[in-house]
C-alpha cells in the first residue's frame, strides 16, 4: 500500500511505485460523511502531461475501483514508438508517472477534505505479459522467422548460444529502471536485423567466408535448436522447411510485440462495394464510385501447442503486419475472426488453425 499525504484511513490500496494497468490494482474509500469522492489524474508521458478526473458516488460511504483501466488508454504505445521500433528494432518503454489527487465532497459538491498519492508509475496491461524468471518458452522457425522479445529492468544479460560458440548482450545499457525493453531476433538470411546495439558483439566469431551477413540466428538448419538465455530461457526450434512463410507480428494490450511464423494456406480475396446513381441522365455517370476492402485469410501452419495462446493474442490485438522476407515490405491489418479454435483432442498440428484479417492496402 502506498500511503496517501495527509495520511488517512479512509483511503486505501495495493499500490506499488511499479504497477501496471489491468492487473487488480484498486483504490478503495470510506467516508460517511461524504456522498461524492473525486478523483483527479494527473498523468505523464514522454513530457506531456494529461489531466482529467472522474467522480464516484460513495454507497454507504464506501467505493472501490480500478483506476489502471482509466490510465491504460494514457500508457499504450504511441505511433512514434511504434515506428521506432520497426525502424531500430529494439524500444525501451518507460512507465507513465501518475498523481491522484482525492476530494471527499458533500451533497452540493463542496470539498470536505482533501488528500494526494503521488509519483506512481504505470505499464500498459499485465505484468504477466512478460515471462516469470526462471520459465522456459518455446518457439517454432522457419527459414524467414523473427522472434520480439520484452525484458524488464534489471535483469540478467541475454545469451545467445549457436553451435558451441557464445554472445553475451549487456542489454542493461540499452535500458534503465522501471523500463520494459524489447529486441528482435532475426533468423532471415541476408538482412542485418539484429538491432543495432546487439549487431557488432552479435556478428563476432560468426562470421564465413562464403557470407558477408553473421551466421548465427541467420543460418537455417531443420531441427536445430536455438538457445537464448537470460530471465527466462527460449528453445527456438527448427521446423521443417516450408517456403510458404509469413511473419505476422502484433502488439497485444501490454504494449509487447509478439510474432507468429505462418506457413499453412493462404487465401487473398477482394470485396467491391459499388455506389450507384439512379438518377443519373448518363450512362457513364450511373456508377458513382466503389470501396475495396481487402481480406486474408492463414493457416497457421506446422506449430507448437505451446503458442497457440498466441494465437488468441493475435485475435484480439487491435493492429498486426504482415510481411515475408523484409520487415520494411510489411502491411498493416487487423484479425477479423469471431471463432477460434483453441483446444481440441482430435485437432493434428497443422489442422484448423486459420485467422482471417482485413488489410490495408492502399
Not at 211 to 218: G, K, L
Not at 276 to 304: C, D, H, Q, V
Amino acid at each position: 500500500m502506498i500511503e496517501s499525504t495527509p495520511k488517512t484511513e479512509k483511503i486505501s490500496n495495493n499500490f506499488e511505485i511499479l504497477n501496471f494497468c489491468l492487473d487488480d490494482n484498486f483504490l478503495s474509500f470510506y467516508n460517511s460523511e461524504a456522498i461524492f469522492v473525486n478523483v483527479i489524474y494527473k498523468v505523464e508521458k514522454l513530457g506531456e502531461i494529461y489531466d482529467f478526473e472522474s467522480q464516484f458516488a460513495l454507497k454507504s460511504g464506501n467505493f472501490k475501483y480500478n483506476p489502471g483501466e482509466d490510465i491504460q488508454a494514457y500508457a499504450v504505445l504511441t505511433d512514434e514508438q511504434i515506428d521506432s521500433f520497426f525502424n531500430n528494432l529494439e524500444l525501451d518503454i518507460a512507465p507513465v508517472k501518475v498523481d491522484f489527487k482525492i476530494q471527499f465532497l458533500d451533497g452540493s459538491y463542496n470539498v470536505l477534505e482533501e488528500f494526494e498519492i503521488k509519483d506512481l508509475l504505470f505499464h500498459a496491461g499485465y505484468k504477466s505479459c512478460i515471462p516469470a524468471d526462471g520459465s522456459i518458452i518455446e518457439r517454432s522457425l522457419n527459414f524467414n522467422s523473427i522472434l520480439p522479445f520484452a525484458y524488464f529492468y534489471p535483469t540478467q544479460n541475454i545469451a545467445f548460444d549457436f553451435k558451441g560458440k557464445e554472445v553475451v548482450f549487456d542489454k542493461q545499457k540499452e535500458s534503465a529502471p522501471n523500463n520494459i525493453y524489447q529486441l528482435l531476433f532475426s533468423q532471415n538470411a541476408g538482412q542485418n536485423l539484429i538491432p543495432r546495439a546487439f549487431s557488432d558483439g552479435f556478428s563476432d566469431g560468426f562470421n564465413s567466408k562464403e557470407n558477408t551477413y553473421p551466421e548465427a540466428f541467420y543460418n537455417y538448419e531443420e531441427a536445430y535448436i536455438h538457445h537464448i538465455r537470460s530471465s527466462y530461457d527460449v528453445k527456438a526450434i527448427n521446423y521443417p522447411l516450408s517456403m510458404d512463410s509469413y511473419n505476422i507480428m502484433w502488439i497485444n494490450e501490454s504494449n509487447i510485440f509478439q510474432c507468429l511464423s505462418f506457413s499453412g494456406k493462404k487465401n487473398k480475396s477482394i470485396k467491391l462495394t459499388n455506389f450507384f446513381n439512379e438518377y443519373a441522365k448518363n450512362f457513364r455517370e450511373r456508377k458513382a464510385g466503389s470501396l475495396k476492402n481487402t481480406s486474408l485469410k492463414l493457416n497457421l501452419g506446422w506449430s507448437l501447442f505451446s503458442e497457440i495462446p498466441l494465437l488468441k493474442d493475435l485475435s484480439t490485438s487491435k493492429i498486426a503486419w504482415i510481411f515475408e522476407n523484409d520487415i520494411n515490405e510489411k502491411i498493416e491489418m487487423y484479425c477479423t475472426s469471431e471463432e477460434l479454435t483453441i483446444e481440441d483432442s482430435y485437432m493434428e498440428l497443422t489442422e484448423d488453425y486459420t485467422l482471417e484479417f482485413e488489410l490495408d492496402e492502399k
